[in-house]
């Protein structure tokens, strides 16, 4: 299963960024292969759309859950269209792998 964490930057030892839509990368997990993959968040920017940009962003990818700190109020709907899990952690010390040792350890499953 490929994960979406939210990243402040482009190594593993970066922190899990808080947004989801403005954040500055995504980090793509796969669980399945350990394989990863980051992606620069176009979006991040963007005076409006950034949310629903990012939500089809990571579903072009194939992710089935999205760790970040929050989430807008217009995601839900669109995430739950796309079964795609949201996983709220509100951790902003924490690094990505940190997130992914927690994934793989199935400590992060809500």
């Not at 990571?58 to 839900?76: L, M, N, P, R």
């Amino acid at each position: 299963m490929k994960v979406a964490i939210t990243s402040t930057g482009q190594s593993l030892e970066s922190k899990l960024d808080q947004r989801f839509g403005r954040c500055a990368f995504f980090v793509i997990y796969d669980t399945e292969t350990g394989g990863v993959e980051i992606l620069p968040n176009p979006n991040k920017d963007a005076e409006e759309g950034a949310g629903p940009a990012s939500v089809q962003l990571v579903a072009s990818k194939e992710v089935k859950k999205i760790v970040s700190g929050e989430f807008g109020v217009k995601i839900k709907s669109l995430l739950d269209s796309l079964k795609i899990q949201m996983v709220v952690y509100k951790e902003p010390e924490k690094t990505v792998k940190s997130v992914i040792e927690m994934l793989n350890n199935q400590k992060i499953n809500k």
